[in-house]
DNA sequence: CTGAAAGCGCTTACAG
DNA sequence: CTGAAAGCGCTTACAG
């Protein structure tokens, strides 16, 4: 079948293609196109099964109605449902997003953001990986509309929407402070994130502050071997003297890591040793006891990016850093509810 | 910033846009451009960090290196690893992917359909929703590159990538079969999509074959309503006399959610009764006891719809249907591997 | 009330 | 070895 452009449908009705333009982009204001003519263009695009060309008006218009997601690990859930939630809303306000995984590479992420500015994003999503603060720069003094999210480079100014990482992190501790544990345990990545950094602050403080903080029970983990490290660091803490007998687990990658490793050594969990995690899994809801979990509010923290964004390429140009507050979950036997 | 074109290199070096685009491209064979010429081209783009403007690129040459996926249920695990290696797949073949979700409804297939057109997307991959056989007639009738993955409409011939859903299906039955169940439930989904019905029929042929299959142990559960179906099904089949002891669950979210209301009800699982999932699942790892499950091969089901998508792209016009073998895997104690 | 024309940024025959 | 020109399918001032 032949392409159906706006010059088709102008010529089969002998108009021009500027007023098919107009009319089927219900352009016509203050009665420009006369009812009649109007209606048999509607007619004929409906008849024709006219599909316009996003590519050419595009490029005529300038604006693409498409915003760039690059995403740390699309594989983890957390990401994803982030990543769900930011193209719906976008969807809502009529930008189609394009995502890219960097799986926390700077190379992919440099590649990436060419990939996209090539395609003609009008703005930029990121959860930007380690050491890409130069590439933000750069990204940010080009004045392409970018926000950040989840993470953060706070010298940087650049949008960003976070949540109270050190205040959860710090509550959540007292939470196991409180259950009676005498040597709590912290399993983090040995990397340089802000955010995660931030959570480990909050729970040593709260250890410090309770006159517990013990330096040997802080274990970095390796992202690229975590379910090595994790087992190697779960090890270590149940077979110290004293043994650990709570752990505050920093991302929800480490969360669920930690979960298999205690289970894969028996340790009853909640009962040996209190945990906290962070972020819900659906795994959780399996198990018969409750798993307390730190829980980052996903949908607003999409929307409030979509928001942020959207009002910069439509011309805000305040910079902003929105912080949302994380709940902490905390249920009777979770597979009940 | 103002944007840098093939012009403004042009001009700046006092060349025609038309030399800059060879050599960009790369399509300066037998030396048309010098090579003096090349490198200062090449150079300048490097140093005014050009980067090139894919829509204009694709309306010239008519083709987006774009292609449209649509998806079922983007919060279903499989369809969110199936999208994630579909992507990895299409993008190594130099394809960007514009996912869209239908949540397995006509009416938003449709309006995605629409929408990627609009997108000038060279082609589909979708996992239909039902009662889509019409659209996808149409789709496939105005000769756009169309392939099907997961599910299918055998009457329609159109490119499609599935499992052997009846054979893996009876097999796994007659595992259930094997260990000594008697009475075994099926809980399956009230709808019409071929693939599950397959299933289905597998499974009920394995008890048929074996003397045992009892229409009262099948239960139909609606997608809108699963988990309260679920339950209610759950309870019916082990309240039932004489109580069922084996359960064949014909898809992911089935599977899930059946693990889910057995364990709230106080069955022990693989000991009480025996089951058999659908998918792999993350909660599965972390219970003491292995559950079995039907593995597909999401990847592979993945790289065939890339590859059969991107050869109909190019030119190839046979229409092929590709049955890949799911796997049934048993794990002694799943947690520990 | 409607049309002719320019131009978005590319690529690709064609001419020299 | 290189340039001028046409055209992809739109939109948008401008002219009438």
């Known amino acids: 079948m032949k392409k159906i452009s706006l010059k088709t449908i102008a010529n089969e009705l002998g108009v021009s293609s500027a007023t098919v333009s107009l009319v089927l982009n219900g352009k016509d204001k203050n009665g420009r196109v006369s ?26 218009v300038g604006k693409s109605k498409t915003i760039g997601l690059i995403i740390a690990d699309i ?5 994803g449902a982030l990543a769900l939630h930011i193209q719906t809303f976008a ?36 959860t930007p990986t380690e050491k890409s603060d130069n590439l933000l720069k750069r990204l940010n003094n080009s004045n392409i509309p970018l926000v950040l ?10 949008n960003s929407v976070l949540i109270n990482n050190y205040e959860i992190s710090y509550k959540s501790t007292e939470l196991l402070i409180n259950k ?30 309770a006159g517990i903080f013990n330096p040997d029970n802080v274990e970095e983990v390796r992202y690229e071997y975590l379910r090595e490290d994790i087992s190697a660091a779960i090890y270590k803490m149940i077979n110290r003297n004293p043994k650990v007998d709570g752990i505050f687990f920093t991302t929800n990658s480490i969360s669920i890591n930690g979960v298999k490793a205690l289970i894969k050594n028996d340790i009853f969990v909640q009962k040996d040793i209190q945990i906290m995690c962070f972020d819900e899994n659906d795994a959780f809801y399996i198990l018969p006891y409750a798993v307390p979990f730190i829980k980052q509010p ?21 910079t902003e850093t929105v912080i949302l507050e994380a709940e902490l979950v905390e249920k009777e036997k979770v597979v009940n509810q």
């Open 180 to 209: 009676g544990c005498k040597n709590i345990g912290i399993v983090t990545y040995k990397q340089d994130h802000f955010h995660v950094n931030e959570r480990r602050r909050g729970a040593v403080d709260a250890l410090k502050n």
């Open 298 to 318: 996903i949908k607003e923290m999409a929307r409030t990016a979509i928001d942020l964004l959207i009002a910069q390429i439509e011309g805000d140009n305040k």
């Open 75 to 79: 594989s983890n859930l957390f990401f």
């Open 35 to 60: 009812k009649d003519l109007s209606e048999k263009i509607l007619a004929k695009a409906a008849d024709l099964n006219y599909v316009p060309n996003t590519l050419a008006k595009s490029l005529k």
């Open 91 to 126: 969807q809502q306000k009529g930008y189609t997003v394009l995502i890219g995984n960097t799986n926390e590479k700077l190379s992919e992420m440099e590649h990436m953001v060419n990939f996209l500015l090539a395609r003609q994003v009008d703005g930029f999503i990121i």
């Open 149 to 158: 999210v989840d993470r953060t480079f706070p010298e940087l100014n650049i």
